[in-house]
């Protein structure tokens, strides 16, 4: 029993907004993909957030819930209800689209669920005081259901490369001191700091570029088997530098324009493959991801002749 | 010039390769780990930094008498380590074998005013025990994200994906405690909760149970979104570390009522009929008296309850997403549970997420407990 794609959606922070919602993003992208696939909220079993900088700094509860709830899947189902949904945020960078996915799949390959919803989104937390964030709010979410075995997702891989985790670091942290308001002195505020090395998009490139050759190597396949290789939108400047890797590839599908989303990077270049895969008949896709640690995450997918996902 | 180091510290992790045993597959704990800060605070004490004249007797309303609280130089990541590197002390496998690590604390304290989003947590604790081999992520799920990280790994080891993995947690959580007793005033202080949590590390191990033999019965979790609102924690807006805020009461009876929803399903899942055949029951410590509350209304709505409660809250305090596997660490510790012994751990927490895991107790009596 496999995973596939039943729909997708994304979702950008527009311009106009000086504080976008994390969850409101996430909210739209999640409507969208249900809408593609078709199926109504309370058929999702499971929700999995894979998003990192979230409103507020929220640490408590996760996302999910808030989700969950606004998208309408089954928020006052008690367990002995013929429809229930369980939801949780999982956390691995700009990797963790891919590894949600992973997790999600386990799920519905045991049976314990028949439709899951992965969603990811990032805003800035503190846009008043932060130091080196450059990403732009952006989400997407994915509606996977159960697959005959040979089509949806084949396989996933992942690597990390603990030498180069000081390249790439996201933290908030308390800063003393800050302007006066009234009569006591100011004790400080939270603010998100983001440092990425001048060298972190070359390692991911690098690492992400030996990754699949193993992985191809394990599943005795050949990068000419390979119809679309599908780099993550993120972190900027990935798209072109694993293409580099790979000599120019005409396989390597690379965005459009330039655009700089964070954990919703693999979901955006997925929605872009599938729109080539629609276009040219591409079967097989290799979807890439690398981000702090260094982690490197892989995803094999197959379509079926024909198949029109996320239109 | 050199070509670049791309090497993996091993190889491959190709996680879903078909490992071939009869599906699905039965997963069992296989150790366990717990670290605890070496300082206790008292009640007492804690209430005596308290700025605004609070006059409320928490140790008679909660049964808290002390908790651990970090010192210098402790933090979630430190914890962390110390509870995997614990858990590993106590088990068959090697750092190597585990194949997943998943980090599981509300709290990602780094030092003590750093809240770290990236690298993941799970990936430091990863590399400091040695599990090269682990496909590593964070999940946050509140109180209940220790339950939800054993939920994932057992579907990987029924579906026969995974042989062995880590699921561990450092809570750095008395943060909330030391910026609540700047703010609360009284009894219905949002922030009153907060002065009822504690630090600690847990760790456990969950492997591929051999074939025909006892482990995991169920895992069943559920998310009541309606109420995601009760209890909500985050970045202290006026100094370092966390605040969080709570409506206990309507909190605690939302948890209470779904509660006993998810332990009918996990009876249901474990071939049983009745509460009472349930030898060991381990809710989430938060307070005595929500204990005991929950266990009254859980017993008048199913007709009977688990013979042995776990209750260690009067120590420790709340340690969030580690009470359950602490206590039942402890269990093993003061050896009060007997192999053929079916437990049940009950986790209640903010989104609202209630969760049972029942299993049946084997040889990892033997690891614990021994007298040195």
């Known amino acids: 029993m496999g995973a596939s794609i039943e729909g997708l959606g994304t979702a950008r922070g527009a311009r106009w907004q000086r504080r976008p919602s994390s969850v409101g993003l996430a909210v739209r992208a999640a409507r969208r993909a249900l809408r593609n696939a078709g199926c109504a909220a309370h058929e999702i079993d499971l929700l999995i957030h894979a998003g990192v900088y979230r409103d507020d700094n929220v640490a408590e509860p996760a996302i999910a819930p808030f989700i ?46 028949a439709r899951a919803l992965v969603v990811a989104s990032d805003v800035n937390p503190t846009p008043s005081l932060s130091y080196g964030c450059s990403f732009e709010p952006a989400a997407a979410a994915l509606v996977l259901g159960s697959s005959p075995s040979g089509s949806g997702f084949q396989a996933f891989g992942f690597e990390s490369f603990e030498k180069d985790s000081n390249l790439f670091e996201g933290r908030v942290d308390w800063i003393s001191g800050g302007r006066w308001r009234g009569l006591a002195p100011p004790r400080g505020r939270h603010a998100l700091r983001i440092s990425e090395d001048d060298a972190f998009v070359a390692r991911c490139a690098d690492h992400a570029a030996a990754a699949v050759e193993r992985f191809l190597a394990a599943h005795a396949l050949a990068v000419d088997d390979i119809d679309l290789l599908v780099p993550s ?8 530098a694993f293409a580099e890797r790979l000599r120019h590839d005409p396989r390597v599908l690379l965005p459009e324009r330039p655009e700089r989303p964070h954990s919703a990077g693999p979901g955006l270049a997925l929605e872009a493959a599938l729109a080539r895969a629609r276009a040219s008949g591409a079967r097989s896709l290799l979807v890439v991801a690398a981000g702090a640690g260094i982690s ?12 029109r996902v996320g239109a | 010039m050199r070509p670049p180091d791309t090497s993996a510290a091993g190889p491959p992790r190709t996680a879903d390769r ?43 309303l909660t049964g808290i008498r002390e908790r651990r609280v970090c010192a210098e130089g402790e933090d979630s990541f430190t914890l962390a380590i110390d509870a995997a590197s614990d858990c590993l ?30 690298p993941p947590l799970s990936l430091a604790v990863k590399e400091a025990i040695g599990a ?27 579906a026969g994906s995974v042989r062995c993995g880590m699921v561990v947690s450092g809570e750095y959580i008395s943060s909330i405690s030391s910026n609540a007793t700047r703010h609360v005033r009284g009894l219905f202080s949002r922030e009153l909760a907060s002065l009822t949590v504690g630090d600690a590390g847990s760790a456990l191990i969950l492997e591929r149970a051999p074939e025909g033999s006892v482990g995991v019965e169920a895992c069943e979790l559920l998310t009541h979104a309606r109420h995601d609102r009760l209890c909500i924690g985050g970045a202290c807006p006026d100094g370092p570390g966390a605040s969080m805020k709570t409506r206990p009461r309507k909190l605690h009876d939302v948890a209470i009522r779904v509660g006993v929803s998810v332990m009918r399903k996990a009876l249901e899942r474990s071939g049983l009929e009745r509460m009472d055949q349930i030898d060991v029951m381990i809710p989430h410590q938060t307070s005595i008296r929500a204990i005991h509350a929950g266990r009254k209304y859980s ?21 969030a997403s580690t009470t359950l596997f602490m206590a039942l660490y402890q269990c093993l510790e003061e050896r009060r549970l007997r192999p053929g012994q079916r437990v049940m751990l009950m986790s209640y927490a903010s989104g609202v997420v209630a969760g049972a895991l029942v299993f049946t107790v084997d040889e990892l009596v033997e690891r614990y407990g021994r007298l040195d």
Not at chain 2, 40 to 53: I, N, P, Y
Not at chain 2, 304 to 317: E, L, P, T, W
Request: glycine share 10%; net charge positive.
């Open chain 2, 299 to 319: 017993q008048a709505e199913l007709g009977s309850f688990a013979r042995d409660v776990v209750v260690n809250v009067d120590r420790y305090g709340n340690t």
């Open chain 1, 296 to 307: 490197v995450a892989l995803a094999l997918y197959r379509l079926e002749s024909g198949e």
């Open chain 1, 68 to 113: 969950q709830r606004r998208i309408g899947a089954n928020p006052g189902a008690l367990a002995t209800s013929p429809r229930r949904t369980f939801s949780f945020d999982l956390t691995n960078g700009t990797c963790g689209f891919l590894t949600a996915l992973h997790v999600a799949a386990g799920y519905l390959r045991t049976g314990s669920i």
């Open chain 2, 132 to 158: 090269s081999q682990a496909l590593h992520f964070d999940i946050t799920n509140a109180c209940a994200g220790m339950l939800t990280g054993v939920s994932i790994l057992n579907e990987f080891i029924r």
């Open chain 2, 89 to 118: 002390a106590h088990s068959r496998h090697e750092p190597r074998d585990l194949e997943v690590l998943i980090s599981c604390g509300i709290t990602k304290y780094k030092g003590r005013e750093s809240y770290r989003f990236e």
């Open chain 2, 18 to 60: 078909e490992r071939a045993p009869a599906l699905p597959a039965r997963s069992r704990i296989e150790s366990l780990g717990l670290e605890l800060p070496s300082t206790r605070l008292s009640t007492a004490e804690l209430l005596a930094s308290c700025r605004r004249g609070f006059r409320v007797d928490l140790e008679g």
């Open chain 1, 233 to 240: 939108w993120a972190p900027a400047g990935f798209p072109d």
